[in-house]
């Protein structure tokens, strides 16, 4: 194993173990240099190619951070969810306003909305090989339902949220296509309410796919 193959995977290893969680901005590349005792084209090279994998994502002027950066806003930001536990308690949050934001959606949504959720699932489901696509796919769609909702508070929840807010358990970073392929069909399924102005059907959809990610993220399915 090669400079570039190895500290590729000391970092993979450490994203997969969550020391680096979702959000979590990398050192830099001089910090990296100094602390593995690298040249900087290793450094980038390694970056590189956990780009390509999908495991971070990189900012110009800001730096790399893992899989997304939470988004920016100008209050403060929505701690990161660092344990199984935490993104549990962030989960049932999410239970409170987007039950209620898919059941407003239902009842209030436009075709351009509807546009907008239907392009982030397709482009979700897409992404099976790819989790940092996924992770941003997946949180579009959340926010264009809580834009569809038609509720400045509930798109603000959401927006300060950001990325942070889709849970990243180790079982999705190891990419398994059949949990990819089953959060695809939950969420087609809120889809499927909210185009036919089903409220009810809509709210217990996102409640069902909210209670299957609290299981996947403490590993009880």
């Known amino acids: 194993m090669n400079r570039t193959e190895n500290l590729t995977a000391q970092l993979r290893q450490q994203i ?20 593995h005792g690298v040249s900087r084209t290793v450094v980038r090279e390694a970056l590189t190619q956990l780009r ?10 800001t730096g ?5 950066a939470p988004a920016e806003t100008q209050t403060s930001p929505t701690p990161t969810p660092r344990t199984a536990q935490d993104r549990a308690l962030l989960i049932e949050y999410r239970m409170a306003i987007e039950c209620e934001a898919a059941a407003l959606a239902a009842s209030r949504r436009t075709e351009h909305q509807l546009a907008a959720m239907t392009a982030a ?22 926010h264009a339902l809580a834009d569809a ?5 509930l798109i603000e929840a959401v927006s300060r949220l950001g990325p942070t807010m889709i849970s990243m358990p180790r079982t999705r970073l190891e990419a398994s296509a059949a949990r990819h ?7 087609r399924a809120i889809l499927d309410a909210v185009r ?9 959809a996102m409640r069902v796919h909210l209670a299957a990610s609290r299981r996947r993220v403490l590993g009880l399915s």
């Open 52 to 61: 390509a994998e999908g495991l971070i994502h990189t900012r110009r002027g």
């Open 181 to 187: 392929q089953l959060a695809a069909l939950e969420h």
């Open 16 to 35: 997969l173990d969550d020391t680096l969680t979702l959000g979590t901005k990398l050192p830099s590349e001089s910090e990296l240099i100094n602390a």
């Open 149 to 153: 909702a038609g509720n400045p508070h």
């Open 196 to 204: 036919e102005a089903d409220p009810a059907a809509a709210s217990a």
């Open 121 to 142: 699932l397709q482009a979700f489901a897409a992404a099976v090989e790819h989790p940092a696509t996924a992770v941003e796919q997946d949180f579009a769609f959340h």
């Open 64 to 68: 790399s951070f893992v899989l997304a």
